[in-house]
Every structure is written in C-alpha cells, then in structure tokens.
C-alpha cells in the first residue's frame, strides 16, 4: 500500500500554514499516515472559536476533551485542561466566602453540601438553610457576612422582669421554691440550734436582726435577756436593747394598780426625755407584791408592750412567788408612815430585806431559793406570751 501525504483540514480565513518542519538528522522519523489514522479518530474540520465570557455551561459539558489534530494554527486556542473557573453568569455581588464565616474560599462550581444545586445567581447557603424568607438582595449588605449572633432568650427576658437566665437565675428559682425554703428553715434551724447548744452566748449574734425593733425600758440583764430570747423565739429575728428608766413610784410597789402604773410609766419616762422616739416599740416591766389570799403574799411581775405605729397595747403577768409574811411585814416597818409614796407601795424592796436575812440570796434574783425558778425564766415565760399575742395583732405583712 503506497503511502500519501497527510491530510490537513483547510484553514480559516485569515490564518497563515506553518512552515514545513525541518528534518535533521537528529529528528525523529515520520510516522505513516496510516498509523495516525488508526488512533485518532477521523479528523473534522475544527468549529470556529468561541470566546470566553460566552461561557455558560456547567462542568458535566467539558468532561470529554475534544480530539487531538496533527496540527495547530498559531490563532486557535489551546484546548481546555480543566473545569472553567469563570465566565459564568453570576451577580456582581456574589462572594464565594458568604456564609463560610470567613474561612476557605469555596468555588461556585462546588456548592455547600446542605445547599441546593443551583444554576445561575447562587444565594446564601446559611439563609437558604435557615428560613429561606429573606434571601440578599444584589447591591446591599458587606461583600463578606458572617454568622449572625442569636440573642439568649433567658437573658433578654430577664431585661422584662421575668426570671434572669444562667446560674444566678437557677439560683432564685430554686429559692422561691417554698419546699426549698421549707428545707432550708429547718437546716438553719437545726444549725442554730446546734451553735447555741454548744455555745449560749451565741445567740445574741446570730438572732439580732431584722424589722422588729424593741426597747426594753431597763439595763438590767435580767430583764433585757429574757424579753431578748422570747421576742426572738417568736419573732424569729429581733432586736432588743435597753435604756435604764424610772417608774416614779415606791421602789416596792404594792396591788395590781401600782405595777401597771409604774411599768407604763418607764416607757412614759423615756420617751419624755426623748431617749427613745413617741413611735418608737417598748416592752416595760415592774414587779409588785399583791395579798392574793389573806395573809398570804405573792411577787408577781407586770409586763407591758406599747406599739404606737399599730396602736397595740397590750399586757402579761408572770407566774406568782409566794413570799413569806414575815419578810413582808419587815419591809412595811422599814417604811416611814409619811412618805409621799405610801399609796404605791414600800420605800424597801422584798428583795433587800430577804438579802440581808437569808445568806446567799441576791436582792434581784432571789425566786430561785423559794421555787427553784428563777426570774428570768418567769420573765421569759410571760414575755413570750406576750410577744405572741403581739404578732397575732400585727397586721399581715404584704409580700
């Protein structure tokens, strides 16, 4: 079979053939016509040139490169090796970094993998995934987005009222729970209890404070200790102090009427002298003897509580001591039938007269030799009474 030159398809217009190849002896030798032949496949005349903003296929398109020809003009473009990366048709607004917060670059030929393929204008992926209402308008916004920052709902409510989020708001929920503040009552209870069990002196300092203010009209301890523990018993928190005051009545007062007189009239006292304010709380008490049978006398103390803000008035009486007549009869000898204060009471206390007679025995506190009681417990007794039917006439307190 002879062999014929090889077939050159006829060139467009305008384009000049390369010269003819030159041969060395170091060239290698041409291979038959008939060998090209059988690889490539037949030769068709090559389609004019396309330029490349016209571009607006996708990949799948360019998959096949177009066949290799024995030869190329110096005008015709060298056949593609990859995937275009532009000439599509896209909005001038497009950045391929939206909805990537800023990382990567990602080309527009390889979508987000949770975004729709799309052909044409490609919108957010983030906005397409989340609500698909308000896709980005062309010529508005930045050309770089980033993830929006969603506002805590437990924080912004609490800017309303409602219950701040976070640890300080599980905090308060859980404090306004009233089976937890039940539990935490009897858990604070128990504790305080343990403390002044161990130490009593405690007690002054961990129950003093709170609303209820109160002003015992004595220094003594005796007294202020006792009305101190009952109120705050009760009351839960309180605090109580002393002002030294005067009954102006006989230092012994004698009947029911004398101790009434002179417990009312230290609260009187102190607020005449503006030690304490008119509207100020004040628990007073007088101790009197009064001959309850004939012939058979008994110490018994007065406690009065005034509260002029509520208009509360109210009084308690501690248990009685029987005293013996003798002691009594000294002390109304050691009385001058003149003295301005006869229609009170006695000039000389019981308690001096039982001090100097009986060893042992302290002119204020000497119910313990008699009973086996002593005054401060009688004292507590009643003044816890008394605080109780106190806060049963307080008004409700509003939450």
Request: with cysteine.
């Amino acid at each position: 079979m002879s062999s014929s030159p090889a077939y050159s398809p006829p060139l467009p217009a305008g384009v000049s053939p390369l010269p003819p190849p030159m041969m060395t002896s170091a060239s290698l030798p041409l291979v038959p016509s008939a060998t090209v032949s059988t690889i490539a496949p037949p030769l068709t005349p090559a389609p004019p040139p396309v330029a490349p903003s016209t571009f607006s296929t996708s990949m799948s398109q360019f998959s096949t490169p177009p066949p290799l020809s024995s030869a190329t003009g110096p005008g015709l473009p060298a056949p593609p090796t990859g995937p275009p990366i532009s000439g599509f048709s896209m909005s001038s607004t497009y950045d391929i970094t939206r909805g990537h917060a800023g990382r990567a670059p990602q080309s527009p030929l390889m979508p987000s993998f949770s975004a729709p393929s799309v052909t044409g204008v490609l919108s957010d992926p983030i906005t397409q995934q989340a609500t698909f209402s308000s896709p980005l308008a062309p010529g508005t916004g930045s050309a770089i987005t980033f993830p929006e920052e969603h506002e805590d709902p437990r924080v912004s409510t609490a800017q309303g009222g409602a219950p701040a989020g976070g640890l300080w708001g599980f905090i308060k929920g859980v404090a306004e729970n009233p089976m937890v503040k039940s539990v935490l009552d009897k858990t604070k209870h128990s504790v305080e209890t343990m403390i002044t069990t161990l130490d009593p002196g405690m007690v002054p300092y961990i129950k003093t404070g709170g609303e209820l203010d109160i002003v015992v009209t004595s220094n003594k301890e005796v007294k202020v200790a006792a009305i101190r523990d009952a109120f705050q018993e009760v009351f839960g928190m309180a605090v109580v102090t002393g002002e030294a005051a005067q009954s102006n009545i006989a230092p012994q007062p004698v009947g029911y009427a004398a101790g009434l007189k002179g417990a009312q009239e230290r609260i009187d006292s102190l607020r005449r002298t503006g030690i304490i304010h008119e509207k100020q709380p004040a628990v007073s008490v007088e101790n009197f003897i009064e001959e309850l049978l004939p012939d058979k006398w008994f110490d018994i103390g007065c406690l009065i509580i005034e509260d002029p803000i509520h208009g509360i008035h109210l009084e308690a009486f501690t248990q009685a001591t029987p005293v013996p007549l003798q002691y009594v009869q000294q002390a109304k000898s050691l009385t001058p039938q003149d003295y301005n204060l006869r229609w009170s009471g006695l000039l000389v206390t019981v308690g001096e007269v039982l001090e100097k007679s009986i060893l042992n025995v302290n002119r204020t506190d000497w119910h313990m030799v008699f009973t086996g009681m002593s005054r401060r417990q009688m004292i507590y007794s009643a003044a816890k009474a008394l605080a109780g039917m106190y806060k049963q006439h307080l008004p409700p307190r509003t939450v």
